[in-house]
C-alpha cells in the first residue's frame, strides 16, 4: 500500500457505454441487499424472534456507528492513494466479496442460546465487520462515477443506473423474504417468528451479495486504463494523512452536502426501520400483502432512474434536490397522519393496500432521486476540491455519502429501539393484539421527528453553491493546475 499526496490530471469528458453502466449498477445490489436487511428486518429479527430488550439493541447499534464513522475516510482515503495494476479502486472491490457476504449470512445465527446479552455482542461484533467490508467495496465502487467522465449531466446518468440497481436488489430479496421465506409454515403462523426462515434468507442474502460485487468488478474492470492514477507517491505518514483528510473534508460544498445527507438519513433511518412495524400493527398487513406492497417500489426505482436525469438536464441539480426534499418532507408521514385525524379508511377496507402502494411508490422515488441527486452533486465537488488541493479525493468524498446511509440503518435502529422501550411496545405479539393507545403512541412520536430531519435537511441543502457553470469552471482551473505542474491534460 502506498499513500500520496497527488496531483492527478483531469481526463477529459468521455461517453460511458451502457453496458458500463448496468456492470456499474449491478454492483449496488449488494449494498441494496445489506441495507434493505439492516434498515427493516434487523431490529424486528433481534427484537422479536431472539427476544433482546430494544433499547439494549439500539445501544449496541450507536456502537456498530462509531466504528462506522471510523472506517468510512479511512478506506476513501486509501483508497484514493492506492497504486496498482488494477487501479485505485477494483483490488478492494474483489477483496470484500468474500468476508462481507460470510458475515451477512453471520448476522442472523446467533448464540440465543447463550443469553441475550451474548447476542447482542455478537451482533455488535458481526455488524461491524459486515459494514466494514462493504465499505470496501462500496466507497471504492461509488468513487468510480467522477472518475468514469467529468460531464455534469453524465455523472447524474451513471449514478442513477446505480441507485436503480441498488433499490431492485434490495425489493427483490424482501419481496421473496416476504413471499417465501417468511411464509406461514412449521406452527409459524406468522413465518417471521421462524428462526429458521432467518437462516435461509441470510443464505440467500450472502450469496446475492457476492454475486453483485464479482459480476461488477468483473464487468468494469476494462474500464481500469482509463480511471486515475496517483502519480506522485510518498512516504506513508498519519500526520500527513489526517492533514490531507481534514484539508480535504473541510471543502465548504461538502459539508454541505455531508450535513444534508446525514440529517436526511435521520429522518429516512427511522421511517425505514419502524416502516415494518406500522405495515405488521399499525396496518395490520400480512406478511404476503406486506411483500405485494414492495412491487410498487419496483416502479419508483424505474421512474426514478430517468427522472433525476431529466430534470437535471435544464436546472441546476441543487435546485431540484431541495425541492425532493421538500415534497418527501411533506408526504412521507401523510397516511399516518390521516389515520390520526380520521381521514383514512380503517384496515378492514379494500382501500389500505392500494393507497399506501401508491404512497409508497410517490415516497421512495422522491427517496431514490434525492440519493441520485446528492451523489451527483458530490462527484461534482471533486473538482472543486482539486483546483485548491491538488488532489483527487473521490473515495475520501463518497465515504461521507457512504457513512450517511449507514447512518439510515444505524440512527434509524438506535432511535427505533429507544422509541419501543419508552412506549413499551410488547414483544412477540400478533396483529391486533398491540393496544391502540401504543400505536397511536408510535406515530405520535414517528410524526414531528421525519418532518423536522427533512425539514432541517432542505434548508442545510440550499447553501450549497456549485453549478453546472461554476463546475465548468472548475474544470479549466484543474486543467490550468495540470497545465503549470508539467503534467499533460487529455
Known amino acids: 500500500m502506498s499513500s500520496s499526496d497527488s496531483t492527478i490530471a483531469p481526463k477529459g469528458p468521455r461517453q460511458i457505454s451502457l453496458l458500463t453502466k448496468l456492470f456499474y449498477g449491478f454492483?449496488?445490489?449488494?449494498?441494496?441487499?445489506?441495507?434493505?436487511?439492516?434498515?427493516?428486518?434487523?431490529?424486528f429479527f433481534y427484537v422479536q424472534v431472539v427476544g433482546v430488550e430494544g433499547a439494549w439493541f439500539g445501544l449496541a447499534m450507536f456502537g456498530v456507528m462509531v466504528a462506522d464513522a471510523i472506517s468510512d475516510p479511512v478506506v476513501g482515503h486509501i483508497s484514493d492513494n492506492w497504486q496498482s495494476k488494477w487501479g485505485r479502486r477494483h483490488p478492494f472491490m474483489y477483496f470484500s466479496a468474500v468476508p462481507v457476504s460470510l458475515c451477512f449470512f453471520l448476522i442472523f445465527i446467533p448464540p440465543t442460546s447463550m443469553g441475550p446479552g451474548v447476542s447482542i455482542a455478537w451482533f455488535m461484533v458481526i455488524a461491524i465487520a459486515v459494514r466494514t467490508f462493504i465499505t470496501m467495496f462500496e466507497v471504492p465502487a461509488t468513487?468510480?462515477?467522477?472518475?468514469?467522465?467529468?460531464?455534469?449531466?453524465?455523472?447524474?446518468?451513471?449514478?442513477?443506473?446505480?441507485?436503480?440497481?441498488?433499490?431492485?436488489?434490495?425489493?427483490?430479496?424482501?419481496?421473496?423474504?416476504?413471499?417465501?421465506?417468511?411464509?406461514?409454515?412449521?406452527?409459524?403462523?406468522?413465518?417471521?417468528?421462524?428462526?429458521?426462515?432467518?437462516?435461509?434468507?441470510?443464505?440467500?442474502?450472502?450469496?446475492?451479495?457476492?454475486?453483485?460485487?464479482?459480476?461488477s468488478s468483473l464487468g468494469t474492470h476494462r474500464e481500469i486504463p482509463f480511471l486515475q492514477q496517483p502519480t506522485v507517491v510518498h512516504k506513508f505518514s498519519f500526520k500527513q494523512t489526517f492533514l490531507d483528510m481534514r484539508e480535504t473534508l473541510s471543502n465548504r460544498n461538502f459539508?454541505?452536502?455531508?450535513?444534508?445527507?446525514?440529517?436526511?438519513?435521520?429522518?429516512?433511518?427511522?421511517?425505514?426501520?419502524?416502516?415494518?412495524?406500522?405495515?405488521?400493527?399499525?396496518?395490520?398487513?400480512?406478511?404476503?400483502?406486506?411483500?405485494?406492497?414492495?412491487?410498487?417500489?419496483?416502479?419508483?426505482?424505474?421512474?426514478?432512474?430517468?427522472?433525476?436525469?431529466?430534470?437535471?438536464?435544464?436546472?441546476?441539480?441543487?435546485?431540484?434536490?431541495?425541492?425532493?426534499y421538500f415534497i418527501g418532507a411533506m408526504l412521507l408521514p401523510l397516511p399516518i397522519m390521516l389515520r390520526l385525524i380520521g381521514f383514512f379508511p380503517g384496515n378492514e377496507s379494500e382501500w389500505v393496500l392500494p393507497l399506501l402502494m401508491f404512497h409508497g411508490f410517490v415516497d421512495v422515488t422522491i427517496m431514490i432521486m434525492a440519493?441520485?441527486?446528492?451523489?451527483?452533486?458530490?462527484?461534482?465537488?471533486?473538482?472543486?476540491?482539486?483546483?485548491?488541493?491538488?488532489?483527487?479525493?473521490?473515495?475520501?468524498?463518497?465515504?461521507?455519502?457512504?457513512?450517511?446511509?449507514?447512518?439510515?440503518?444505524?440512527?434509524?435502529?438506535?432511535?427505533?429501539?429507544?422509541?419501543?422501550?419508552?412506549?413499551?411496545?410488547?414483544?412477540?405479539?400478533?396483529?391486533?393484539?398491540?393496544?391502540?393507545?401504543?400505536?397511536?403512541?408510535?406515530?405520535?412520536?414517528?410524526?414531528?421527528?421525519?418532518?423536522?430531519?427533512?425539514?432541517?435537511?432542505?434548508?442545510?441543502?440550499?447553501r450549497y453553491k456549485i453549478t453546472r457553470a461554476g463546475h465548468s469552471e472548475n474544470l479549466l482551473a484543474v486543467e490550468a493546475l495540470a497545465k503549470s505542474s508539467d503534467m499533460p491534460a487529455d
Open 27 to 43: 454492483g449496488s445490489v449488494a449494498n441494496g441487499v445489506k441495507s434493505n436487511a439492516f434498515s427493516y428486518l434487523v431490529l
Open 255 to 324: 459539508l454541505i452536502i455531508f450535513c444534508t445527507a446525514i440529517v436526511g438519513a435521520m429522518a429516512s433511518g427511522i421511517n425505514t426501520t419502524l416502516v415494518l412495524y406500522f405495515n405488521t400493527f399499525f396496518w395490520e398487513l400480512t406478511s404476503s400483502e406486506i411483500g405485494t406492497l414492495n412491487f410498487a417500489y419496483y416502479f419508483s426505482a424505474i421512474f426514478a432512474l430517468f427522472m433525476a436525469p431529466l430534470m437535471t438536464r435544464k436546472k441546476e441539480k441543487q435546485h431540484v434536490a431541495v425541492w425532493v
Open 143 to 215: 468513487a468510480l462515477t467522477p472518475e468514469f467522465t467529468s460531464d455534469y449531466d453524465q455523472r447524474t446518468s451513471i449514478l442513477a443506473f446505480r441507485f436503480f440497481f441498488g433499490w431492485w436488489g434490495g425489493l427483490t430479496i424482501a419481496i421473496l423474504a416476504y413471499k417465501i421465506f417468511f411464509r406461514p409454515r412449521d406452527g409459524f403462523e406468522n413465518g417471521m417468528l421462524n428462526p429458521q426462515a432467518w437462516i435461509e434468507y441470510g443464505i440467500f442474502g450472502a450469496c446475492i451479495i457476492f454475486a453483485s460485487i464479482m459480476i
Open 371 to 462: 440519493g441520485i441527486l446528492i451523489g451527483s452533486m458530490i462527484a461534482d465537488i471533486v473538482e472543486d476540491s482539486q483546483k485548491n488541493t491538488g488532489r483527487r479525493s473521490e473515495g475520501l468524498f463518497y465515504a461521507g455519502q457512504s457513512f450517511a446511509g449507514k447512518v439510515v440503518n444505524g440512527f434509524g435502529v438506535f432511535a427505533t429501539g429507544i422509541i419501543l422501550s419508552i412506549i413499551n411496545f410488547p414483544k412477540d405479539v400478533a396483529p391486533g393484539q398491540v393496544p391502540q393507545a401504543t400505536l397511536n403512541n408510535l406515530a405520535y412520536i414517528y410524526v414531528p421527528l421525519v418532518i423536522g430531519f427533512y425539514a432541517c435537511a432542505t434548508l442545510i441543502l440550499s
